[in-house]
């Protein structure tokens, strides 16, 4: 794995324009110590300092700190014990402990291929040419039982003497930012006080000056605690004892798993050799965020979930989704458990899959990550870099698929019953502003009700004009015409129900019978008893 990845592409550069004015010269370097296994008892020639190769060196130290790290007896013991019989790699990845173990031995190679690749990428700056094509001896290491066996103690003493320096780096590299940064802001004062033609003895001048001057002061001081001002080939040294003592450690507990391709890959589908962990990580950590806030959603998200899902899983949703119940009804809370149950396990997969693909090629990244090593790291612990065990990475897809499927479904059903209640909300709202058939949209409306409050602040004619309005009992399912009417007497004095303007001018009807009356009459409110 590629954590903690240092070299920038940009910040190099920057680096070495803001390093310019600094004396590169460090304290003086003692010799390479004669006694190293790989010297053979040749004597070396001083060599050139690490200068700006400083924080590349710093980050190739950091991997093999986490690497030798890892491999020590607590995180051994706890790979075994807890990592390896966790439910999300035995759902995930393997049930069998011997294959896990052979994908644990695996993962410790390559990252044992990627230290050493850097330490011979190092070696083969170095001005002494017997650090040259170490590729060769490590070769030698895996074919042959090598001699150069180192103790424990001995190498975790060269370790800790690594990072130390590792760690001034770090705090070098930020000064070194904060040293440029000081500068352009000398720059700029004094550009500024040149185009208004005033003196360079103004106070905001001299404490640019006097910052300048203490910036530059540590940057040399950390300069000479640092990698910066070290003999390359003195840590080329240390790091070639340390790559030899992990390469034994990995064979001791191991066995020939650790240095043979032998995965355990038994022609499964794995994501991470398909490329595709990455995408599931962000695809699970997505899922987890709708179901944690499912009514305030943007409306692009499920648009945005849908494309993002597998083919596989695209294909198996609009069956799976039409044979839900839906009489079957369940609360938020209920979906909400029921999702919980697989992404408490699976979203630390995601996060674990996210970290470790970040920081490649930074040298912030980098920086911003304290390096630690030694006995003061709790189990599990590995400079907070995940094993590949802990990611996605070795994860059977059709297994992750089947996960991903279920999830989507109950996502379906939360956020369907997410919908329901919201609207459910709104009507209750509703209702409560607007009682049925009384609609408050116009004034003239609202001024039927007895509760307008607009009333007392019409004049005295147009109230006395409203009362008269209210006064009437208007009848059902009348037309306006009808209702303004009023009452009427026709020729014999009687008074009827004015049902239009000619209603009292047409011929007499009998409608004794109570009986009589049409179903239209009904229909169009005329079913009255006439008196």
Not at 41 to 47: F, I
């Given at each position: 794995?590629?954590?903690?990845?240092?070299?920038?592409?940009?910040?190099?550069?920057?680096?070495?324009?803001?390093?310019?004015?600094?004396?590169?010269?460090?304290?003086?370097?003692?010799?390479?110590?004669?006694?190293?296994?790989?010297?053979?008892?040749?004597?070396?020639?001083?060599?050139?300092?690490?200068?700006?190769?400083?924080?590349?060196?710093?980050?190739?130290?950091?991997?093999?700190?986490?690497?030798?790290?890892?491999?020590?007896?607590?995180?051994?013991?706890?790979?075994?014990?807890?990592?390896?019989?966790?439910?999300?790699?035995?759902?995930?990845?393997?049930?069998?402990?011997?294959?896990?173990?052979?994908?644990?031995?695996?993962?410790?190679?390559?990252?044992?291929?990627?230290?050493?690749?850097?330490?011979?990428?190092?070696?083969?700056?170095?001005?002494?040419?017997?650090?040259?094509?170490?590729?060769?001896?490590?070769?030698?290491?895996?074919?042959?039982?090598?001699?150069?066996?180192?103790?424990?103690?001995?190498?975790?003493?060269?370790?800790?003497?690594?990072?130390?320096?590792?760690?001034?780096?770090?705090?070098?590299?930020?000064?070194?930012?904060?040293?440029?940064?000081?500068?352009?802001?000398?720059?700029?004062?004094?550009?500024?006080?040149?185009?208004?033609?005033?003196?360079?003895?103004?106070?905001?001048?001299?404490?640019?000056?006097?910052?300048?001057?203490?910036?530059?002061?540590?940057?040399?001081?950390l300069q000479k605690k640092s990698l910066w001002s070290q003999n390359l080939e003195e840590i080329i040294e240390k790091l070639?004892?340390?790559?030899?003592?992990?390469?034994?450690?990995?064979?001791?507990?191991?066995?020939?798993?650790?240095?043979?391709?032998?995965?355990?890959?038994?022609?499964?589908?794995?994501?991470?050799?398909?490329?595709?962990?990455?995408?599931?990580?962000?695809?699970?950590?997505?899922?987890?965020?709708?179901?944690?806030?499912?009514?305030?959603?943007?409306?692009?998200?499920?648009?945005?979930?849908?494309?993002?899902?597998?083919?596989?899983?695209?294909?198996?949703?609009?069956?799976?989704?039409?044979?839900?119940?839906?009489?079957?009804?369940?609360?938020?809370?209920?979906?909400?458990?029921?999702?919980?149950?697989?992404?408490?396990?699976?979203?630390?997969?995601?996060?674990?899959?996210?970290?470790?693909?970040?920081?490649?090629?930074?040298?912030?990244?980098?920086?911003?990550?304290?390096?630690?090593?030694?006995?003061?790291?709790?189990?599990?612990?590995?400079?907070?870099?995940?094993?590949?065990?802990?990611?996605?990475?070795?994860?059977?897809?059709?297994?992750?698929?089947?996960?991903?499927?279920?999830?989507?479904?109950?996502?379906?059903?939360?956020?369907?019953?997410?919908?329901?209640?919201?609207?459910?909300?709104?009507?209750?709202?509703?209702?409560?502003?607007?009682?049925?058939?009384?609609?408050?949209?116009?004034?003239?409306?609202?001024?039927?009700?007895?509760?307008?409050?607009?009333?007392?602040?019409?004049?005295?004619?147009?109230?006395?004009?409203?009362?008269?309005?209210?006064?009437?009992?208007?009848?059902?399912?009348?037309?306006k015409s009808q209702e303004l009417v009023g009452l009427k007497k026709n020729k014999k004095g009687i008074k009827i129900w004015?049902?239009?303007?000619?209603?009292?001018?047409?011929?007499?009807?009998?409608?004794?019978?109570?009986?009589?009356?049409?179903?239209?009459?009904?229909?169009?409110?005329?079913?009255?008893?006439?008196?």
């Amino acid at each position: 794995m590629q954590r903690n990845s240092f070299m920038g592409r940009a910040g190099v550069m920057g680096l070495e324009k803001a390093v310019e004015v600094l004396d590169t010269l460090g304290s003086s370097m003692s010799r390479m110590n004669p006694s190293s296994a790989y010297l053979s008892g040749v004597t070396s020639s001083r060599g050139g300092k690490v200068t700006i190769l400083a924080f590349e060196v710093a980050n190739t130290i950091a991997k093999g700190a986490a690497l030798l790290q890892s491999l020590s007896e607590e995180n051994l013991k706890f790979m075994k014990k807890e990592m390896l019989r966790s439910k999300g790699v035995k759902k995930l990845v393997s049930t069998d402990t011997a294959e896990l173990q052979i994908l644990a031995a695996s993962d410790k190679r390559e990252e044992l291929d990627l230290f050493s690749g850097e330490v011979i990428r190092f070696g083969n700056m170095c001005k002494d040419m017997q650090w040259h094509n170490l590729d060769r001896y490590f070769m030698k290491l895996d074919t042959e039982n090598s001699q150069h066996k180192l103790l424990k103690d001995e190498a975790e003493a060269k370790m800790q003497e690594l990072v130390t320096l590792a760690r001034f780096t770090s705090e070098l590299y930020h000064e070194l930012q904060a040293l440029d940064r000081f500068e352009q802001d000398y720059r700029r004062k004094l550009a500024e006080i040149e185009s208004l033609n005033l003196p360079r003895r103004g106070e905001g001048i001299v404490i640019l000056q006097n910052e300048l001057k203490q910036q530059r002061k540590l940057v040399k001081s950390l300069q000479k605690k640092s990698l910066w001002s070290q003999n390359l080939e003195e840590i080329i040294e240390k790091l070639v004892d340390v790559v030899c003592y992990i390469r034994q450690t990995i064979v001791e507990v191991f066995g020939n798993n650790g240095l043979k391709d032998n995965e355990g890959k038994q022609g499964r589908e794995r994501l991470g050799e398909a490329g595709l962990s990455l995408h599931y990580a962000n695809l699970i950590q997505q899922i987890d965020s709708i179901a944690s806030r499912p009514s305030s959603l943007p409306s692009n998200v499920r648009d945005t979930l849908y494309n993002a899902l597998p083919a596989t899983v695209k294909t198996a949703l609009r069956p799976r989704l039409q044979t839900l119940d839906p009489e079957e009804e369940l609360s938020i809370s209920e979906i909400k458990a029921e999702m919980e149950k697989s992404l408490q396990w699976l979203v630390p997969f995601a996060e674990n899959t996210t970290k470790a693909h970040q920081g490649f090629g930074w040298v912030g990244e980098w920086a911003n990550s304290r390096i630690e090593f030694g006995k003061g790291k709790g189990k599990g612990e590995n400079n907070g870099n995940p094993t590949r065990l802990q990611t996605l990475h070795h994860a059977d897809k059709p297994k992750v698929d089947s996960y991903v499927l279920e999830l989507v479904v109950w996502l379906h059903r939360l956020m369907k019953s997410s919908k329901k209640r919201v609207q459910g909300v709104k009507l209750q709202e509703t209702n409560h502003v607007s009682p049925p058939n009384k609609i408050t949209i116009s004034n003239t409306q609202l001024s039927l009700s007895p509760d307008f409050t607009y009333k007392n602040q019409l004049s005295l004619e147009d109230r006395l004009l409203l009362d008269r309005v209210q006064s009437i009992r208007f009848g059902p399912n009348l037309s306006k015409s009808q209702e303004l009417v009023g009452l009427k007497k026709n020729k014999k004095g009687i008074k009827i129900w004015a049902l239009s303007r000619s209603t009292g001018n047409s011929p007499k009807v009998d409608l004794s019978d109570k009986n009589s009356s049409s179903d239209l009459d009904v229909l169009d409110g005329l079913d009255f008893a006439f008196h």
